[in-house]
């Protein structure tokens, strides 16, 4: 089995600053890590792995940085890292970003699976996986909280807003994964130390054999047109002060006087 | 073919085993702000099998007109028939927008239909509009939340968003409003390689946030997993829920079901307390329209104060187990 | 500067994530409750257990300086737990350096796996003067032992699978008559005391041990008879690097939580950091923790190439020890009021500081070993 984990470096922070005229992220002096759910993702590989036995391939796509995370995907098991890097994919939307991807996994090739976290805590899109599906015709299965393979079947439980379907996709497909699906696991120092002498490989947009059109900001119909401050709207917050048991008591006669006690 | 032959406003019509999802009804409503602008028709597409009596309903909540496709192979929503079907509609009438609810489903679906009308796909939108430059945006908090971005899509067509739930009032039902039925026929094979199982009511555990009259939400200021027993036991003596916000789900506290926020719940009870939560953007969307909020927090320009009804500046630790007491004794 | 290797900086990174997530959170609730055993599988998983070990023996294939990365990360999050590692090496290296091959095939796998392991020296009469022990090893005809007396202070004691015990083989040769031993916890006639109310390092596990007529076979022996004073303080010239690692780590944490508080809190219309007094502290403290570190690196660096490094480990856990001391002093200060409160963590890192002058080696007997070092006996 061949699985293909796609994983994305994201800033270790919830306080990003934007660059103030092009909207865009200004990643100087920001910690980065890799994204959460992605570790998800990993970790479901590396469990097939050892379950079933399997290549697994960690790909990303990102400045030259972004080898940080596949060096990590590789100490937690994976045995192969492709980093998708040319100024051509950079300031790609879902669209752009999910051709490239899909023609990175089409040179890979021989393909079962491919995972992703359901979503970049950056982004937050949860679209990329479902598009990469679609760019390669093979079925999804978004939102897995658990997944098996069987029989040239994978098989996940999907937990929805009112119902938990387990549904199954014939190989090769496409499975984003969420935080409940298993604990990701640190990689062992020993793993760490051998994770440096894996393949690792770098490709460009010529490399993937990629239509410059379609990747990055040419390939990208969506764009951030503006970026502003959230608008401060409740201006007349009455204010309760003094000891916490005066606070108390002040919020308590507003309960009683609301008829909630 | 040039961007403005592509005209008209399309709501997808997610519906499940014969009922619409909440958000349809949203959608509508929102779309009459987006008509006054363009004065292009809303349409809702509605794919399935023997759904045509949930037209009357679309009508009444804003629809001009149903696109109604009805096929064997749309009976169960599987992601590659209603990607086929969607897509096939959606090439022959050339609308200008689709907008989808940022629901399991939306957000299964609406990526796909991206890919095969290569366009453009603004994800989880809290709102939309038209800016000064007459430009469509959809926008989304972005970064943490502490900042807003309007996104926009200037060439591709149609202009696709999924929108988060709840952000939008449905409108008053227009009693006994009708429009036109379009039907339409597509060529579409159910997936052979895509199948559900099993499908099971959600257990509920009794627990939910969705619903709840009053919840109690916990951030990250919340120094100890152990100080959520007082929080727990205010939301018990008002009769309601314990939540948080994201950092106190990442962290393992709570589970994910607790959440508040983008990627968490959205609710709007009657009384929400946000204890030690600043308010990210994020944060703010999933219970900005609850009934009356109350804020503790110890840093005063918290922005989660800007929307609360009630604030207090103030060590949590100081104000709950205190508050908790207070009620006993009242209630007593 | 000193320049640690892609690898190291991996790992250093793993175990800091590991140290925030899994160990930092308990440290609080150890120093009420004592050693958290849930740690014990956590740290196997994570491949900590015997990072330096040969991996031929199941351990990690690490040098010095990444495990004392690993101890240095670890006393960020909770000294006592990276005392317990501490400890848990400072025996097993016993049997990795002294050991036979059957001792090592045997042991050193258990020590990655799980199984603790606890380094006995010290007894209630006989801690800096370590030829005065008691404990006696009588050997039988038969070749095993038959091992009577006593220890206390024994880190990891209460948790530990195995004890590594010194005891006099031959009462009238002085440290010359001391020898190993390998002291399984179950071994009939071992009895594991009470946990000792210490005042800090609550979350590490000490007691009284005592034997009684406990049988030990022959294949127990580490080392030759006679060399266990030789083989201990060889030991422990390895852990006093571990505990500058520890001091540095602890000087870390109780820093950052004194830099947030000084931001946090405001007098005279400022955050507190703005006023002089305290800001330089700060000063005075970053200047300590690096200096700390050049000297751990430094040390680690000639342990690994062979050479002597006793006088250097000695120094460093004499300058480490006393400043962590300091440290911990300055960041109650900076708290004021708050500092001396359990609801802050400061007065916790400082009661953990003062172990760090006394355990492996106190400072009284450092300076003997540094000035008889440099200016000779």
């Known amino acids: 089995m061949k699985i293909l984990v796609f994983v994305k470096q994201v800033p270790d922070t919830d306080d990003v600053k934007l660059d103030p005229k092009t909207g865009n ?94 979503h970049a805590v950056d982004g937050d899109t949860a679209q990329t996986g479902p598009a990469t599906a679609a760019q390669l015709g093979i079925p999804q299965i978004t939102l897995a909280s658990s997944i098996d393979v069987q029989d040239g079947y994978v098989i996940c439980d999907r937990v929805l807003e009112d119902s938990v379907q387990k549904v199954r996709a014939k190989l090769p497909a496409l499975v984003t994964v969420t935080a409940e699906i298993n604990q990701p696991r640190y990689p062992k120092p020993i793993n760490i130390m051998k994770a440096l002498k894996k393949p690792r490989f770098v490709w460009n947009a010529e490399d993937l054999g990629a239509d410059k059109t379609r990747t990055g900001i040419p390939g990208s119909p969506s764009s951030t047109k503006e970026v502003l401050e959230p608008p401060k709207r409740n201006a007349d917050t009455k204010y309760f002060s003094g000891s916490g048991e005066e606070i108390a008591a002040q919020i308590a006669d507003m309960l009683h006087d609301e008829h909630l006690i | 073919m040039a961007k403005s032959d592509y005209k008209g406003i399309w709501v997808f019509a997610e519906q499940q085993n014969g009922k619409l999802n909440g958000t349809v009804l949203e959608l509508l409503a929102k779309s009459q702000e987006l008509k006054e602008h363009t004065g292009e028709e809303i349409s809702a ?76 796909l603004t994800a989880d939108a809290i709102d939309l509009g038209f800016d000064k430059d007459e430009v469509f945006y959809q926008t989304t908090p972005a970064y943490g939340g502490s900042i807003l971005a309007h996104i926009v899509i200037l060439e591709a067509r149609p202009q696709m968003a999924t929108v988060r739930p709840m952000m939008f009032e449905p409108i008053e039902p227009r009693v006994g409003a009708k429009g036109e039925i379009i039907t339409e026929t597509v060529t579409v094979e159910a997936d052979p390689d895509y199948e559900v199982l099993e499908t099971a009511p959600k257990q509920d555990t009794g627990d939910s946030i969705e619903g709840a009259q009053v919840v109690v939400a916990g951030g990250r200021g919340i120094k100890e997993e152990s100080d959520l027993t007082a929080l727990k036991e205010l939301a018990e003596l008002l009769g309601g829920k314990l939540a948080a916000s994201r950092p106190l789900v990442d962290n393992g506290w709570l589970p994910h079901e607790k959440q508040i926020g983008q990627s968490g719940a959205a609710i709007k009870p009657k009384y929400i307390f946000n204890i030690a939560i600043s308010g990210s953007v994020q944060y703010q969307v999933g219970m900005q329209n609850s009934g009356c909020i109350i804020s503790i927090n110890h840093t005063k320009g918290a922005p989660i104060f800007d929307i609360s009804h009630y604030g207090a500046v103030a060590d949590y630790r100081s104000v709950v187990p205190a508050l908790v007491e207070e009620i006993k004794r009242r209630k007593a | ?216 076979p022959a294949d127990s022996l580490v080392g030759p008879e006679g060399r266990g004073f030789m083989i201990a303080m060889q030991a422990l010239d390895g852990a006093r690097i571990s505990i500058g690692a520890i001091a540095s780590g602890l000087m870390q944490h109780a820093m950052d939580k004194a830099i947030k508080y000084a931001k946090e809190r405001v007098t005279f219309g400022k955050p507190i950091y703005k006023h002089q007094a305290v800001g330089f502290k700060f000063a005075d403290m970053a200047a300590k923790i690096r200096a700390t570190d050049l000297m751990i690196w430094d040390t680690c660096a000639m342990k690994d190439s062979g050479v002597r490094f006793s006088t250097e480990a000695a120094e460093l856990k004499l300058l480490a020890s006393r400043w962590a001391c300091e440290v911990c002093d300055d960041c109650i200060q900076i708290h004021g009021g708050n500092g001396y409160s359990h609801e802050f963590d400061v007065e916790r890192f400082y009661r953990d500081a003062k172990l760090l002058e006394i355990g492996e080696g106190t400072s009284e007997i450092l300076r003997m070993v540094i000035s008889g070092a440099v200016i000779g006996r």
Not at chain 3, 150 to 165: P, Q
């Open chain 1, 25 to 118: 992220i200004m990643r100087e002096g920001v910690a980065s890590k890799l994204n959460p759910l992605d570790a998800n993702a990993v970790e479901a590989a590396i469990q097939l792995k050892e379950k079933y036995g399997a290549t697994v391939c960690a790909i990303s796509m990102g400045p030259p940085q972004a080898e940080e995370v596949l060096k990590k995907a590789l100490a937690l098991g994976c045995d192969e890292a492709y980093l998708l890097s040319d100024r051509a994919f950079g300031g790609a939307d879902t669209l752009a970003t999910s051709y490239t991807l899909a023609m990175a996994a089409k040179k890979i090739g021989g393909y079962d699976l491919l995972l992703f976290g359901r």
């Open chain 2, 45 to 120: 597409v509605l794919l399935g099998k023997n759904v045509s009596h949930l037209a009357d309903t679309l009508f009444a909540y804003g629809a001009d007109k149903v696109i109604l496709v009805e096929n064997g192979a749309l009976e169960n929503y599987s992601a590659r028939p209603y990607e086929a079907a969607l897509t096939q509609v959606a090439e022959k009438y050339k609308p200008s927008i689709i907008l989808y609810g940022a629901t399991s489903l939306g957000r299964d679906l609406a990526p796909r239909l991206m890919v095969s009308l290569n366009t453009g």
């Open chain 3, 1 to 216: 500067m000193y320049k640690f290797t892609e690898e190291q900086l991996m790992i250093r990174d793993m175990v800091r994530e590991f140290t925030a997530n899994e160990i930092e959170p308990r440290d609080r609730a150890m120093d009420e409750n004592g050693f958290d055993w849930d740690l014990i599988p956590k740290l196997v998983d994570a491949g900590l257990m015997a990072i330096h070990m040969p991996e031929e023996y199941g351990g990690g294939g690490g040098d010095t300086i990444t495990s004392e990365i690993v101890i240095n990360e670890i006393a960020k999050g909770s000294a006592s737990i990276a005392l317990f590692l501490d400890a848990h090496w400072l025996a097993a290296d016993m049997i990795l350096l002294h050991g036979t091959e059957e001792q090592k095939k045997k042991y050193v796998p258990l020590c990655a796996e799980g199984k603790v392991f606890a380094f006995g020296l010290t007894e209630s009469n006989a801690g800096s003067d370590a030829a005065a022990i008691k404990s006696v090893a009588e050997k039988q005809p038969d070749g095993s032992y038959i091992l009577n007396g006593g220890k206390a202070w024994i880190t990891n004691s209460g948790i530990a699978d195995y004890y590594l015990i010194m005891a006099k083989t031959d009462p009238t040769a002085g440290n010359k008559g001391i020898s190993v031993f390998i002291v399984p916890k179950e071994a009939e006639g071992l009895t594991v005391g009470k946990f000792e109310k210490k005042m800090g390092m609550r979350g590490s596990g000490t007691c009284e041990l005592s034997f009684d007529n406990i049988k030990l």
